[in-house]
């Protein structure tokens, strides 16, 4: 347990439905990432904050796709519309305040797409 | 363009043997090499973290090195387990990058058997 939890963990939705995911980071970290990873891939970058602040966002973040971390404690990712191609691992990472620190990972929430 | 490779992409071994497992990477410029140890269906968890100064560093069986002129990593695994079976992850960060910039590598998937 490395102190990130994701909540689902699994989530199984029908084509077109919406869905959300929330990650609680570790409490001291003022970063705070999402990922995601297909089978057989590495996790693939999607967008991160910096406390409440979005900072950067991935050309993976479709419109479809939104964040939030509005006290700059937990956060949510929704996928608007779900696609097949969304079926994925959704990984939450948190850090301290810079690039090079050591991020941690939540146990992730797993979506598939019927 | 940015890229880490891994090889071999997945590994058998007896219980008790030792492995190597390979990261090259073409990440310039270059900030730090990570290793991580992703369970199936669980976040991953950090082995080693090593900056352009460092070439070897370990976590009690875990043997990470770096060879920043070669752009070449190892990790060594000795005296394996039942529970070192994983995907093991290569992260390379750029320097002064964008989050984008942390860029993983797909992973050494190790079987251990008894």
């Known amino acids: 347990d490395t102190g990130v939890s994701q909540d689902p963990r699994h989530k199984i939705t029908k084509r077109g439905q919406n869905v959300t995911f929330r990650c609680d980071p570790i409490?001291?970290?003022?970063?705070l990432y999402w990922y995601r990873q297909t089978l057989g891939q590495g996790p693939e970058f999607l967008t991160y904050f910096q406390n409440e602040a979005q900072l950067e966002k991935s050309r993976l973040l479709s419109d479809r796709f939104s964040a939030e971390r509005p006290k700059g404690s937990f956060s949510t990712l929704e996928i608007q519309r779900t696609e097949q191609g969304d079926s994925a691992m959704y990984l939450c990472a948190s850090s301290f305040d810079h690039s090079w620190d050591e991020q941690f990972f939540g146990p992730g929430t797993r979506l598939t797409v019927l | 363009k940015n890229q880490v490779e891994q090889s071999p992409q997945s590994l058998i071994i007896l219980e008790g043997k030792n492995c190597t497992l390979q990261c090259n990477y073409t990440v310039s410029p270059f900030s730090n090499l990570r290793w991580y140890k992703q369970d199936t269906g669980r976040g991953p968890v950090s082995l080693t973290i090593m900056t352009f100064s460092e070439n070897t560093k370990s976590n009690g069986r875990y043997t990470a090195t770096l060879d920043a002129d070669t752009k070449q990593s190892s990790l060594h695994i000795t005296a394996s387990q039942l529970s070192d079976s994983a995907s093991y992850i290569c992260v390379v960060s750029a320097d002064g990058g964008s989050q984008g910039n942390l860029i993983f590598g797909k992973g050494t998937k190790l079987s251990v058997k008894p």
């Open positions: 409490s001291e970290h003022n970063r």
